[in-house]
């Protein structure tokens, strides 16, 4: 009798419960394998968002830093920049203000001459290629012919609008001392990042000041 007791504590698993436990560990590695994937692919688009971010915060960095080591703040339309077949036109007026009336397009030159072959002169402004807006600059030596424009933010960028304001320019009227005046350019943006079927948003607004 103790035998036979012994015997049924003892025996394994149906085969019913086998089934049942096995579906129950496949369904639980499904369901982790998804979030697993889909947290993935999140992390992914987030990277590749933040690297188009980083692209558009680079092109900013890069104008801005030019533009507080320059001087001479030509505000004025994209189209006023015209494009002619080798070269942009470079103003010839030495600075123009935007105050009520933001200018899409500026141009200026750097406080120090960095040498006849060196690019000093700089104009930037928005241009819409194949339905996105870009950021584009082109640059040339102090005298002669500047480059042709070329785009400064990547494909995954749209940016719909770039407005600049300036104030303070010696040359608009003021009546001031150019080494003694400081203008100010205000900058603002927006757009929208793209990667695959993820979108994200940006705006950003920032003022420079002529540091010479």
């Known amino acids: ?10 025996r394994g698993f149906t085969l019913i ?4 436990a096995v579906s129950i560990f496949a369904t639980v590695a499904v369901i982790a394998t998804g979030a697993v994937i889909t947290a993935n692919n999140i992390n992914q688009k987030a990277q590749a968002i933040k690297q188009a971010m980083d692209n558009l915060n680079f ?3 890069s104008m801005t830093l030019k533009l507080k080591s320059g001087g001479g703040y030509y505000c004025a339309a994209a189209s006023d920049f015209a494009d002619p077949p080798i070269s942009p036109n470079y103003p010839s007026a030495d600075s123009q ?3 009520s009336t933001p200018g899409t397009a500026i141009a200026f030159k750097l406080a120090d001459d960095p040498g006849p072959s060196n690019p000093r002169k700089f104009i930037y402004r928005l241009r ?3 339905g996105k807006g870009q950021l584009q600059v082109a640059k040339g030596p102090d005298s002669g012919s500047m480059s042709s424009f070329t785009p400064i933010t990547n494909d995954q960028l749209d940016v719909k609008s770039l407005k600049f304001y300036v104030v303070g320019n010696c040359n608009n009227g003021s009546g001031c001392d150019p080494n ?3 203008p100010r350019v205000l900058i603002s943006l927006y757009g929208t ?3 695959g079927h993820q979108t994200s948003d940006f705006a ?3 003022t420079v000041s002529d540091r010479r």
């Open 97 to 99: 203000d935007c105050t």
């Open 180 to 182: 003694d005046s400081q």
């Open 17 to 20: 419960e086998l089934m049942v």
């Open 59 to 61: 092109a900013l960095d």
């Open 128 to 130: 819409t290629v194949a």
């Open 1 to 10: 009798m103790l035998n036979k007791n012994n015997n049924q504590n003892n």
């Open 193 to 195: 990042a793209t990667v």
């Open 204 to 206: 950003i607004q920032t």
